[in-house]
């Protein structure tokens, strides 16, 4: 059998900084990185693992762990972030797109950020390039899952253009359109991040 050629943005490499000044550096996950990204969950606070996985375990179990650096670029697609100033250059935050059905048009979006660096636009920067790469790959729709007492994920699916669906048992569900998520960042023009992932990536789509 044929092994499947490497997505076109798996390679690059998008260094920029935080809002705070902190370097950093976006690129594809690959399976390599499953220790890296155990190491991560475990910086999570305790209520951030809860937001994210749903559970207030310290570590999801092995095979959560596992499905989550099995990425391969087209059905699952995952952008990790890296402290490159920091002891270790340990990964920061992630975000990935896992479709519904094998080369489908509609996956389930999900994102974390470790604590320390909240609210310094992360989250939007990592976005910015998953969607890029969902468009590329012909994800045309996220649905999102979010805890309601989870507000600061509303707020940013709400600035991707993500519509409210429905609430039931204490989980907002949302659609995201990626085509509006990609333009609505692209307006934003004073995150710079942002915009460094989009002077990085956009000429390879």
């Given at each position: 059998?044929?092994?499947?050629?490497?997505?076109?943005?798996?390679?690059?490499?998008?260094?920029?900084?935080?809002?705070?000044?902190?370097?950093?550096?976006?690129?594809?996950?690959t399976?390599?990185?499953?220790?890296?990204?155990?190491?991560?969950?475990?910086?999570?606070?305790?209520?951030?693992?809860?937001?994210?996985?749903?559970?207030?375990?310290?570590?999801?179990p092995?095979?959560v762990?596992?499905?989550?650096?099995?990425?391969d670029?087209h059905?699952?697609?995952?952008?990790?972030?890296?402290?490159?100033?920091c002891?270790?250059?340990?990964?920061?935050?992630a975000?990935?797109?896992?479709?519904?059905?094998?080369?489908?048009?509609?996956?389930?979006?999900?994102?974390?950020?470790?604590?320390?660096?909240?609210?310094?636009?992360?989250?939007?920067?990592?976005?910015?390039?998953?969607?890029?790469?969902?468009?590329a790959?012909?994800?045309?729709?996220?649905?999102v899952?979010?805890?309601?007492e989870n507000?600061?994920?509303?707020?940013?699916?709400?600035?991707?253009?993500?519509?409210?669906?429905?609430?039931?048992?204490?989980?907002a569900?949302?659609r995201?359109?990626v085509a509006?998520?990609?333009e609505a960042?692209?307006?934003?023009?004073?995150?710079?991040?942002?915009?460094?992932?989009?002077?990085?990536?956009?000429?390879?789509?």
């Open positions: 059998m044929a092994t499947k050629a490497a997505p076109p943005l798996s390679g690059i490499e998008v260094h920029s900084m935080l809002h705070d000044g902190t370097a950093v550096c976006l690129r594809a996950i399976r390599k990185d499953e220790p890296l990204l155990r190491a991560a969950i475990a910086r999570l606070s305790a209520e951030s693992r809860y937001l994210r996985f749903f559970s207030p375990a310290p570590m999801p092995d095979h762990v596992e499905r989550l650096a099995d990425v670029g059905d699952h697609i995952a952008w990790g972030a890296i402290c490159t100033e002891e270790g250059r340990p990964v920061i935050g975000v990935r797109a896992v479709r519904h059905r094998p080369d489908g048009p509609i996956g389930e979006y999900s994102v974390a950020v470790v604590d320390a660096y909240h609210g310094q636009g992360l989250a939007r920067m990592m976005s910015a390039a998953l969607l890029i790469q969902c468009r790959e012909g994800l045309a729709e996220l649905d899952h979010i805890l309601s507000r600061a994920a509303a707020r940013l699916v709400r600035a991707l253009a993500a519509r409210w669906m429905q609430e039931s048992a204490g989980v569900e949302y995201l359109d509006a998520g990609v960042l692209r307006q934003d023009r004073d995150a710079r991040g942002v915009q460094d992932v989009f002077r990085a990536l956009e000429g390879g789509v």
